[in-house]
């Protein structure tokens, strides 16, 4: 992997991450606040799914 996929990456990520605030901010704000509301064990739940969808997408595209 090149420096230049990683840097690509990170890109996208923050390209991604910042669409919802910037066109939604409202119910991005709501979003935030239901997850504040959530317990540990949820949210650690929801992110290795995240983690996993993830690895398995750049798996796919990657072979």
Known sequence: MAWSDLFTGLSLLLIFEG???F???TRWKN???QVNG???TQIRVIALI???LGLSIL???RH
């Open 38 to 40: 959530m317990s540990d």
């Open 19 to 21: 669409l919802m605030p």
């Open 31 to 33: 979003l935030i606040a």
């Open 50 to 52: 995240s983690i996993i």
């Open 59 to 61: 798996t796919w595209i």
């Open 23 to 25: 066109i939604f901010p």
